[in-house]
Structures are given as C-alpha cells and as structure tokens.
C-alpha cells in the first residue's frame, strides 16, 4: 500500500513537472509578448528529430543539438513571423502562431513522413532502483530532478539577473518598461532562447519516456500545459508552471482514483475542474499583476 | 482511289472513336484508388495501395479482366475523410468501376456512400464491419478480417497454445477499432478462462505523454498477469510497451493488426515476449507460401521489403474483383457484387474469404501471429477463431 501510494506520489510529480516546464516556456512568451504560441509544440517536436539523427552516435551532442534546434526555431519564428505583428491584437497573434504551427507540422510531414521513428534515447533511464525499499522508475526520478533543476534555474534567472529584471518588467508593463529603456528586441529574444532551451528539456525527457518522435509529437502537451498556464494565471511565470504543474498532476491523480467505468470520462472531469477553479479565480490561481488591468 | 480509300478509312477510324470514346471508357476495367496518398494516414494506406498496384501488374499479365488490362486512377484524399466524397466522384467520372478506399471505416465511408449510389463496388481493408452491406450498402466490402473477432482469436490462442491463465486488459480508448478488439478479447477471456481470470481493465488514450498511472495500477496488482492485452497503435502504443518494460512488467504482450510491421521495434530495441495478430508474416516464414511469395514479389516490384502485412489486403481488393467481374462476364457493379456475395473460401492471398449478401467481412479467415523475440520478428503460425462475440 505505501508502495503504491508512493509510486503513485512519483507519478503525479514527474508529468506534473513535464507539464510545468511546457507550460513555463508558454507563460514566457505570454508574459513579454501577450502572445500564446502554439509553436512551442514544434519547438518540442524539432527537438525531437534532432534527438532522433544524433542519439545514437552522442548522447550528449543529441541533447546540445535538441537545444541549439530549438533555439534557432525559437529565435527564427521570432524574427520572421511575430516581431513584424508585434503591435497587432493578441487575437492576430494567435491566428499566426496556429498558422506557423501548422505549417511546420505539415512541412515535416511532407519531408519525412508522418510515421512515428522510433529512438532508443537514454534506455539506461528505463530501468528501476530501490528508494526506502520501493521500487520506482529512474527516468521518473530524473524528470522530477531536472524539472526541479530548470524551474530554479528560471526563477533564479527573473530574480537575479539583470535581464531577468528587465524580463518581469516587461511581463508587468511592456510600454512602461520600453519606455525606462527596456530594449524590447533583446528581451523579447531572451524571451524566444529560454522557451526554446525549455522545449528541448521536454523534448529530451519525453523522448526518453515515449522513445519516439513524429512530427505531431508535443502537440497534447502544449495544449493541456496551456490550459494549465490559463489556471494558473496568464501572464504570470510561477502561475504558469503552478498551472501546468496541477493539470499533470490532476490527470494522474483522476486516472488512479476514478473508478473504472468512469475512468474513459477522464477529460471531462479534469476540464470540469478547470473550469471551476476559473469560475472561483477567474484571473488565475496566482493573477499576473500586470494583466488585471486589461480585463 | 488507294489515297481516297485510306482517306476514307481514316474519316471513319476517327469518326468512330469520337462516337465509340465514351461507351469504350465506360467498359474499361478501371480500379480507382482513393487513399491517403499524403498526410498523417499515408504511412497507414502506402502498403495497401502498393499491394493493390502489385494486383493490377500480376492480373494484367494474366489477361487481365474481360479481356482487357485493368487501369488505375488514383485521387488523394490527403487524409481528409471528406474529401473521399470528392476522390469518389472524380474517380468515377475517370471511368472507375471499382473503388479501394482507406483503411479505416471513417476515412472510407464517405467515398463509398458516394461508390455505392453510382452501383460501383467499393472495397476498403477497414477492420469495421460498418464497411459493408449494413454500414454501406450492399456494394461495400472489407477484405479485412473483423476487430470484434480479432481479440476473441488472441484470447483463444493465448489460452490453448501458450496456457496463460492471467490476464489484464489495457485500452487505448481513442478510436473504434482499439475499442472492438479489447472489448471481444476481454469476452472471450473470461468466457474460455472464466470471470476470474481477467485481473483487471484499464485505459488510456493514443496522445497521453505518460500511461504512469496505469503501470502503476497494473503493477500494484496482488496477481502478476501472464498476458496485458494491448489495444492501441502508434505512437501510444510502442510507447506504452516501453513504458510497461521500463517499470518491469515482463508479462506477454498480445495486440492486434493496428500495430502490426516492425518499424518502430526502434522504441524497444530488445523487444520479447510480444505477439501481434496480422494478415501474414513478411518475414519469409509464413505457413502459407501464397504469402512468402507475394511478399517476395512485393519486394521486386517496390525495391523494398514491405513495411507490414496492409498490402496483402490492397491485393485481395483488387484480385477479389477481378475474379468476380470475370465470373459475371460485367464491370457493372450490382453485377460483380452478386458474385461477391457467393464468394466462398475464395482462395485470395489474404486468405479464404467467404462473403454473404449480409455479411462483407470475414470473422473467421486464419490469421497470421507474429511473435517478438530479442527484437526479432517471426511467425507463430495461423490461427482460426472459433467463437467471437456478435457484430
């Protein structure tokens, strides 16, 4: 019975984590930007692929490469398609990121087909050690660790760098913060590189777990870690990974306490909270100081 | 005169193309392909339509129907069922007397519907006895063998040739073919091993990043199954299979023709204890040499080994039509179905296939199970079902 409630408790963490860290690089750009990106799960997915063409020959060059691809995507996405609709509605925006979404999907399903690969990344992962006598899944282990590890990371980055200042005053107020000097390019680029570095971290992880890639892989995990950064607050970083975090660890949690029948019904329970928990907050768990304004 | 003579035989060759151009298209032996020839369901279809194309080559070497070559046109419906309306039309408009449609009875039906008001045949290797005369109508037929008999066949194999006696059931609740082939294995499970023997059902669906909680439910059991039943494909399905090694479940893993070929032994390099029902081994080592031929011929044709059991299917469609056409002396599609319909142990490469008015695919047609070990596939042999829940 501890067993199972303790393998159960790892359970809950490690998605929830992988969740979180989707949803954080989501809330970045919503934070700078008012942009919600749907790309991001291309992002994950071109990570993939470079994971895919060079897992076999070095696990850590397939790891650099997953963040330098990324990275570029990130950067490249930024100059081409969102920095020209900048001062466009957040409505535009979104129709953008939909189209650039899709217009990568597709273009990889042209280049390499749409048949899942299969990627044997980390199979050192995939085995069990004894934790206070349980049995539990390394791989888990490691995702909560490195979940733990980029939330810090981030959160240490917004604190204490002078970047990161310059980031959270852009979130708050972005005109008032061009206005003291806030270089809005650089930031906003900052902004693109750390969702990228995020991605590729999902990406690496859930390679790892699934051990495949195709091109509509990340797809299901932005979308519920964006329903997640909506609970936990739009526009606020901690919200955001709060949000993500809970959606994860709710699904788990409605997986192993629905009764079986009831089980199939998943979904409509966990959107039935979420919609709750908007109705009694509707700002988010944890509002963004600079949106409440807006609405 | 010689000149005026030729002149005239001319004027009267070309005047009779004009007049006979319309009636000659409309007796041609066309065979109309409306598939996914791109997008997300291409990699589903490419064997059944390489299959079909490879039926055309051999039948039209021998004579092909009613005396003619049979010809191909082809219209992609990039994995957009709607557009199979339009893939219908086209094709028909093109002089199609028959029609192979996706593999799938939702991607299929709206291009048969259309097949089926022209009195056009419709073939589709959808595993839905939708696709047929109750679904359909009475021109539509599957050259599959039914995902509701499919499941009855593993839990029959699993309890008499291997003597397993501990099941768990885990179903990939995303589409209709995953939903049928648990829901007939967990039936005849508990029918031939009693209500006991099936330790538990769980489900997941095909786009979760993590099935943790099912592992973990599964592994909690106070019983070890000897067998998890595995409804899904790819990708949630080779994922789950490596999330299930990965937490030590080393229990037989049965699944049916949704994750049939090897292309994504990748997953789980090191793969045992895996066993898949499907159409026929395309390993060489299939107990029917009908069957290790047509993937040898498969292979010279394409430059490549097949990449799973669909493309004895796509044959079958084809040579299914042919047989019937030739019988009835008629390309007219009411015509080839009322032979269809008296089909009986017709010896296709699929199988012997046996056809009624009511019933457009097979239940009990012997199908292939491959076995997994070391990451290397082999053939287990052919199985019969015996019973298997009514559809």
């Not at chain 1, 806030?182 to 590729?200: E, H, K, P, T």
């Not at chain 2, 786009?207 to 943790?212: E, L, Q, V």
Request: hydrophobic share 50%; glycine share 10%; net charge neutral.
């Amino acid at each position: 019975m501890i067993e199972r409630v303790l393998q159960t408790l790892v359970d809950v963490v490690s998605v929830g984590g992988l969740y979180a860290l989707t949803a954080l690089g989501i809330g970045l750009i919503f934070g700078v930007m008012r942009l919600i990106n749907f790309a991001h799960a291309q992002l994950i997915m071109m990570a993939g692929y470079a994971i895919l063409v060079l897992f076999s020959q070095s696990v850590p060059l397939a790891i650099a490469a997953a963040a330098v691809v990324a990275i570029l995507l990130a950067l490249g996405t930024e100059r081409v398609v969102f920095r020209p609709l900048r001062d466009a509605d957040p409505a535009t925006l979104l129709i953008a990121s939909f189209a650039l979404s899709f217009f990568i999907e597709k273009t990889m399903i042209m280049l390499v087909g749409s048949r899942p690969k299969g990627v044997d990344f980390l199979p050192e992962l995939a085995r069990q050690i004894e934790v206070a006598g349980v049995r539990l899944q390394l791989l888990q282990i490691v995702t909560i660790a490195v979940s733990g590890a980029l939330l810090i990371a981030t959160t240490w980055f917004l604190r204490s760098t002078k970047l990161g200042l310059e980031m959270r005053a852009a979130a708050e107020n972005f005109r008032m913060a061009q206005v003291l000097g806030v270089r809005a390019n650089r930031v906003i680029a900052v902004a693109f590189a750390m969702s990228g570095i995020l991605a590729a971290a999902v990406a690496c992880l859930f390679v790892a777990q699934t051990g495949l890639v195709q091109p509509r892989m990340g797809l299901q995990l932005v979308v519920i870690a964006f329903v997640g950064s909506v609970i936990g607050g739009l526009g606020s970083l901690p919200g955001a990974a709060l949000g993500g975090f809970l959606v994860g660890a709710a699904t788990i949690l409605l997986q192993t306490l629905l009764p079986a029948e009831l089980r199939v019904f998943r979904e409509v329970f966990l959107f039935v909270a979420v919609a709750l928990v908007l109705l009694l907050r509707p700002q988010g768990l944890i509002p963004a100081p600079g949106l409440k304004a807006r609405v | 005169m010689k000149t005026t003579g030729m002149m005239k035989a001319a004027a009267f060759s070309a005047a009779a193309m004009v007049f006979a151009l319309p009636s000659a298209a409309a007796d041609k032996p066309v065979f109309g392909l409306v598939m996914s020839f791109s997008g997300w369901f291409q990699p589903i279809d490419a064997d059944t339509i390489a299959g079909a194309k490879l039926a055309v080559e051999n039948i039209n070497a021998a004579g092909g129907v009613l005396g003619q070559p049979i010809e191909i046109v082809e219209f992609d419906n990039k994995s957009e069922p709607p557009l199979g309306a339009d893939g219908a039309i086209d094709v028909i408009d093109k002089g199609a007397k028959a029609i192979l449609f996706p593999s799938d009875f939702d991607f299929g039906a709206p291009g048969a519907f259309i097949a089926q008001q022209k009195n056009v045949v419709a073939f589709s290797a959808a595993s839905d006895p939708k696709f047929g005369a109750k679904g359909i109508g009475p021109l539509a037929y599957s050259v599959s063998n039914a995902g509701q008999a499919q499941g009855a066949l593993m839990a029959e194999w699993a309890y008499k040739e291997k003597g397993w006696r501990k099941a768990y059931v885990l179903l990939d609740n995303t589409i209709s073919y995953t939903k049928s082939l648990c829901g007939s294995f967990a039936e005849r499970w508990k029918e031939i091993a009693g209500a006991g023997a099936l330790l538990g059902e769980d489900t997941f669906l095909n786009g979760d990043p993590s099935i943790a909680s099912q592992v973990t439910r599964s592994t909690s059991l106070a019983e070890k199954p000897d067998l998890v039943f595995l409804c899904s494909y790819a990708p949630g399905g080779p994922s789950a299979i490596r999330q299930m090694r990965a937490a030590g479940i080393d229990a037989a893993v049965l699944t049916g023709e949704s994750m049939d070929g090897d292309y994504w032994i990748g997953s789980v390099p090191g793969l045992s204890n895996f066993y898949v029902v499907n159409y026929g081994s395309k390993y060489g080592d299939d107990p029917s040499a009908e069957v290790n031929a047509f993937f040898e011929r498969f292979e010279k044709k394409f430059g490549k080994k097949a990449d799973v059991s669909y493309g004895l299917r796509g044959y079958s469609a084809v040579q299914a039509w042919a047989i019937a056409a030739n019988k009835a002396g008629s390309l007219d599609g009411d015509k080839v179905a009322a032979i269809l319909d008296t089909f009986d142990k017709e010896p296709l490469v699929v199988g012997p296939t046996t056809w009624t008015a009511e019933r457009h695919i097979e239940a009990t047609r012997p199908m292939a199970i491959i076995g997994v070990k070391d990451g290397k596939f082999a053939a287990e042999g052919r199985f019969s079902v015996e019973k298997y829940p009514e559809f």
